[in-house]
C-alpha cells in the first residue's frame, strides 16, 4: 500500500528556517514525480514545489529563491528545506505523489510562522 509520511513541521519565527521530510513507501519511487503541497486556513491547497526523477525542480514564485526541494533516492525520501520563512508560508504542508490510479497524499504537517 502507498504511503507518504511527513515530518519536521512546528512553530518558528518570521526569518527562520525548517526541513521538511517525507518517506515514502512506494514502488518505483526513483522515477516518480514527488511534490509538497500546502493549505492554508479558508484557502484552497496548492503546489509549492516539485521535482521529477531526474530532479527538475519547479517551484511557486511565492517561493522561489527561499525554498529547496531535493530527493534522495537511496532512503526514499523528498525534502523541503524552507528558508526565510514568513506568516504567510504558515499552512498544512503535504506531500504528494500521482499514481494512474489516483493521487497520493501524506496526512500533512502544520508549519506556524509567528511575526
Known amino acids: 500500500q502507498a504511503q507518504l509520511l511527513e515530518s519536521g513541521g512546528g512553530l518558528v519565527q518570521a526569518g527562520e528556517s525548517l526541513r521538511l521530510s517525507c518517506v515514502a513507501t512506494?514502488?518505483?519511487?526513483?522515477?516518480?514525480?514527488m511534490a509538497w503541497y500546502r493549505q492554508a486556513p479558508g484557502k484552497q491547497r496548492e503546489l509549492v514545489a516539485s521535482i521529477d526523477g531526474n530532479s527538475i525542480t519547479t517551484y511557486a514564485e511565492s517561493v522561489k529563491g527561499r525554498f529547496t526541494i531535493s530527493r534522495d533516492n537511496a532512503e526514499k525520501t523528498v525534502s523541503l528545506q524552507m528558508a526565510n520563512l514568513k506568516s504567510e508560508d504558515t499552512a498544512v504542508y503535504y506531500c504528494?505523489?500521482?499514481?494512474?490510479?489516483?493521487?497520493?497524499w501524506g496526512q500533512g504537517t502544520q508549519v506556524t510562522v509567528s511575526s
Open positions: 504528494h505523489t500521482q499514481f494512474m490510479r489516483g493521487d497520493v
Open positions: 512506494i514502488s518505483r519511487f526513483t522515477s516518480r514525480n
